[in-house]
């Protein structure tokens, strides 16, 4: 099974993590179904041309987590994720985004009003260009 995992070499942020933010998301947000057999950790770790001991690290992570689960001589699974997970976890993403984007302006003295008005901004020519795709 194919999942789609981007690694980014130049980034500082280690190896496991990308894969397991991004394996986490792709649970939470129901792209990977609930039951969903995940490749094993041999053939994980080809596809992502990294070692066994990441993979066996990540799936370890989001087993921890109640995320997945793993059968003896059956294989890793998808894990039910409830709609209260998922919320917290769609909530959680955006709220980390956020502060990380007030304390990049907060760094660049920008003022609470400015930071505002930057974010309507953004926000409408998003959602604008969302709404221009369904006409």
């Known amino acids: 099974m194919w999942i789609p995992i981007q690694i980014d070499e130049k980034s500082a942020e280690p190896l496991y993590h990308q894969i397991e933010t991004q394996l986490?998301?792709?649970?939470?947000?129901?792209?990977?179904?609930?039951?969903?057999?995940?490749?094993?950790i041999r053939e994980f770790a080809g596809d992502l041309k990294c070692s066994v001991i990441t993979v066996r690290r990540v799936y370890q992570d989001l087993e921890g987590e109640g995320l997945l689960r793993t059968r003896q001589g059956t294989g890793t699974f998808v894990s039910h994720v409830g709609d209260g997970a998922r919320e917290e976890y769609r909530r959680e993403t955006v709220r980390?985004?956020?502060?990380?984007?007030?304390d990049a302006g907060r760094s660049v003295?920008?003022?609470?009003e400015e930071l505002n008005e930057l974010f309507q901004e953004i926000v409408k020519r998003k959602y604008g260009d969302e709404n221009k795709k369904g006409e």
């Open 24 to 40: 986490r998301s792709l649970i939470i947000s129901g792209n990977l179904a609930e039951g969903t057999m995940l490749p094993s």
């Open 96 to 102: 980390k985004a956020l502060e990380a984007a007030v």
């Open 109 to 112: 003295q920008f003022g609470e």
